[in-house]
């Protein structure tokens, strides 16, 4: 599909073909990211250096879904490496949760960011931007099959649960969901490294840590 095909289409559609014409036809995690490299289906694909597909096994018993790569993800074409992916590690780690062992990935594939004197300034995707990459997550879900699925900060989470779920409210509890077995949702790392303080930063981690730690005696529960 050209620009022709997608006139009268709201701009936020790219020059490319939806998401739905560009995953295989038998789909693997390793075909499907290679589909994704080249996805033009949003204008992000102009901002972002390169699409930051989801990693894990591919059998992972826990998905995490965060917003959207950032800064030190979009150069890397990894996802949660940056800052924000150190501090779910050591969270992963006080709660139990051997990162290895989880699949995470992001709800956007491109980095959506604004300038700012020389920087990169992180700009919340937009929900027609969220709806064409959404098939990519859909994909990933389905081919994953996690017991458990993690939505991690607001965007994610109301992706995913609807616009009526508030993390601040019902962060850490599961929700039913067709998604996976067990669905919940938590703050996104990144919120915890904006706190205004030290004291503040440290709260924050803990209840960081108490959420995932919910999930990791759901995975003990099932493994026992
Ligand atoms: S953000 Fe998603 S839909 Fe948009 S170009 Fe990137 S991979 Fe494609």
């Known amino acids: 599909m050209g620009k022709r095909a997608v006139r009268g289409v709201r701009k936020v559609q790219g020059d490319g073909p939806p998401v739905s014409d560009l995953i295989p036809a038998r789909p693997s995690l390793g075909r499907v990211r290679a ?3 080249g996805c033009r289906a949003c204008d992000l694909y102009k901002r972002g ?14 998905m995490l879904v965060g917003e959207q790569p950032g800064d030190a993800e979009d150069l ?19 709660a ?30 937009g929900s027609a931007e969220i709806a064409a990459c959404r098939p990519w997550l859909e994909t990933e879900i389905a081919l994953v099959r996690p017991r458990v699925l993690v939505c991690l900060g607001a965007t994610a ?56 730690t919910r999930v990791a005696r759901e995975i003990g529960r099932k493994e026992r």
Do not use: C
């Open 157 to 212: 989470a109301q992706a995913l649960l609807g616009r009526a779920f508030k993390v601040t409210r019902q962060r850490g509890t599961f929700v039913p969901s067709p998604l996976a077995p067990l669905v919940t949702a938590t703050v996104h790392p990144s919120s915890i490294l904006r706190a205004p303080d030290e004291e503040t930063r440290r709260a924050e981690m803990d209840g960081f840590v108490a959420d995932l």
């Open 96 to 125: 139990g949760i051997d990162r290895r062992r989880v699949y995470v990935t992001n709800v956007v594939k491109h980095f959506k960011w604004e300038p700012r004197g020389k920087r990169r300034i992180h700009e919340r995707p």
């Open 49 to 62: 250096t390169q699409t930051v597909f989801g990693e894990g096994p591919s059998k992972a018993a826990v």
């Open 76 to 94: 890397a074409g990894h996802p949660f490496v940056g800052p924000a992916g150190k501090l779910l590690d050591r969270a992963l780690a006080a």
């Open 35 to 37: 589909a994704a490299s």
